[in-house]
């Protein structure tokens, strides 16, 4: 059973920031790519954003300019960082980690983008 731990999700106030952390066993941190998605309210889980073993990042529209993806190798662990939030990125936001058909999610962190 491949873990994957996610932490930082809470409550924060519109325009603040909060950063998501995701350590996953070092076998598959090494060869897999490493992304985040989201599912809010009433909706369909959705890509945030990924980054694969090359470093190479990708974006959803609607966090470019605000969310920033990174990975500590040393640490086997994927970061989030999330900028100038807004009340529409509440969400339970999930920790992926995907090598061609194989896939593995964390159990899900809550953000709560709220006044």
């Known amino acids: 059973q491949v873990q994957l731990v996610e932490s930082g999700g809470g409550l924060v106030q519109p325009g603040g920031s909060l950063r998501l952390s995701c350590a996953a066993p070092?076998?598959?941190?090494?060869?897999?790519?490493m992304g985040w998605y989201r599912q809010g309210p009433g909706k369909q889980r959705e890509l945030v954003a990924v980054i694969a073993r090359s470093g190479n990042t990708n974006y959803a529209d609607s966090v470019k300019g605000r969310f920033t993806i990174s990975r500590d190798n040393a640490k086997n662990t994927v970061y989030l960082q999330m900028n100038s939030l807004k009340p529409e990125d509440t969400a339970v936001y999930y920790c992926?980690?995907?090598?061609?058909?194989?896939?593995?999610w964390g159990q899900g962190t809550q953000v709560v983008v709220s006044s």
């Open positions: 992926n980690a995907g090598l061609f058909a194989v896939v593995y």
């Open positions: 070092g076998s598959i941190f090494r060869s897999y790519d």
